[in-house]
């Protein structure tokens, strides 16, 4: 099916307008399959991602703000979802040392295994566009890249 029909709609302004509806649709489709996945576990895809980002920089401890500058979604609200996370046991959170206005946050031995669990489960989540071939991703990867990019 093509978005034409998902979103019954015949006739669009342009090829741009199509393809930024297209876009938006698609994202909503993805967000919604990596939900399922993660709901299994309790967590968002948001708190995923800030684990992600944590495990990645282990034993390093990052700051709210460090967080915030890493995540997929920028209009998340970090200091919030890193207080779930606590609640959950997934992160800790400590003092500073070189300035103590600053929290640390660094992953826990639980929320390590956790990504552990997601790691064994990448196969799942790599097949969310299992409809494309290897080629075809790397080219969707670069699209979206240029889309971003004025100087493409």
Known sequence: MGIDQDIHQAK?????????????YTYGWVTEKTKELFSAED???QQFNILRI??????????TLQIRERM?????????????????GLVKK??????????DITISD???????KFDARQD?????LGNLSKKE????????????DPNE
């Open 94 to 103: 400590g003092l500073c040392k070189k300035d103590r206005r600053l929290v």
């Open 137 to 148: 991703a790397v080219i969707l990867s670069d699209l979206l890249d240029k889309i971003r």
């Open 72 to 88: 997929l979604d920028k209009m998340s609200d970090t200091s919030r979802i890193v207080d779930r996370l606590i609640a959950k």
């Open 124 to 128: 799942e989540l790599d097949g969310i």
């Open 54 to 63: 944590l495990r990645g920089s282990h034993p390093q401890p990052l700051s």
């Open 43 to 45: 967590i968002t895809p």
């Open 110 to 116: 639980k929320g390590r295994k956790l990504l552990e």
């Open 12 to 24: 669009f302004r342009n090829e741009y307008q199509k393809a930024a509806i297209n876009l938006i």
